[in-house]
């Protein structure tokens, strides 16, 4: 299993600012994602964090849009950038430890609203 | 990537049997079929896994059809907090995994 921890739980932003979302496991992962839920629908996933690379971004994400880093086997952050109000959502990161077999755990969330 | 169907909601009462079954017509060989479970304001959480027959733990059982085109997830003797959202996903270790647009559960007094 693994936990995970998100910060900020939730941030209130001003339009055309940015937020990066810190997400932290509490142990050495390999596969590590970036989901957005808006509200009342399903996750949406916006890319790999990829350790030592360039994320993977799904169709319809950006790398200058959602800037992630991810420096080691237990963190990654997410940028928001430049956000406006179609921005407002959940943002969640995700792990597959390597000895669970396609079983996502999920951190509890970043809830972000855009004015 | 195999595309999953479900239905968008489902009401049941409690102490009754709930089943969610989901389609995924074109799943692959490598694929398995897991089931999460998300509550309001939370991240989905793990409920059950399986690639054939059935499988069964202590909150659910995963019934795979011999073609494995559908699944069906079993929820014995539902409760109030069991009141959620459950997703249907298809797919391989390594895979980007497709969240649908799940079925949400009311269990009702």
């Known amino acids: 299993s693994a936990v995970i921890s998100q910060k900020p739980s939730r941030d209130i932003c001003q339009r055309g600012t940015s937020l990066t979302i810190q997400c932290q496991v509490d142990?050495?992962?390999?596969?590590m994602f970036w989901y957005r839920q808006q509200p009342g629908q399903s996750l949406t996933l916006i890319a790999t964090?990829?350790?030592?690379?360039?994320?993977?971004?799904e169709s319809g994400f950006v790398i200058d849009k959602f800037p992630i880093s991810r420096p080691n086997l237990t963190f990654s952050t997410l940028t928001v950038s430049n956000m406006s109000p179609e921005d407002s959502s959940i943002y969640l990161c995700?792990?597959?430890?390597?000895?669970?077999?396609?079983?996502?755990?999920f951190g509890p969330g970043t809830r972000l609203t855009v004015l | 990537l195999a595309k999953t169907t479900q239905p968008i909601s489902m009401d049941s009462y409690e102490g009754q049997e709930v089943n969610i079954t989901c389609s995924h017509n074109?799943?692959?060989?490598?694929?398995?079929i897991t089931w999460y479970q998300q509550f309001p304001s939370q991240g989905p959480r793990f409920i059950i896994q399986g690639y054939k027959t059935k499988v069964t733990n202590e909150v659910a059982s995963l019934f795979i059809p011999a073609d494995r085109k559908s699944s069906t997830l079993s929820l014995p003797r539902v409760s109030l907090s069991d009141t959620a959202v459950y997703y249907c996903l298809v797919g391989t270790y390594g895979q980007n995994f497709v969240f649908g647009p799940g079925t949400r559960l009311s269990v009702l007094p």
């Open positions: 074109n799943i692959a060989t490598n694929d398995y």
């Open positions: 142990s050495q992962v390999t596969m």
């Open positions: 964090a990829n350790q030592g690379s360039e994320a993977t971004y």
């Open positions: 995700s792990v597959i430890p390597g000895s669970s077999y396609n079983e996502q755990f």
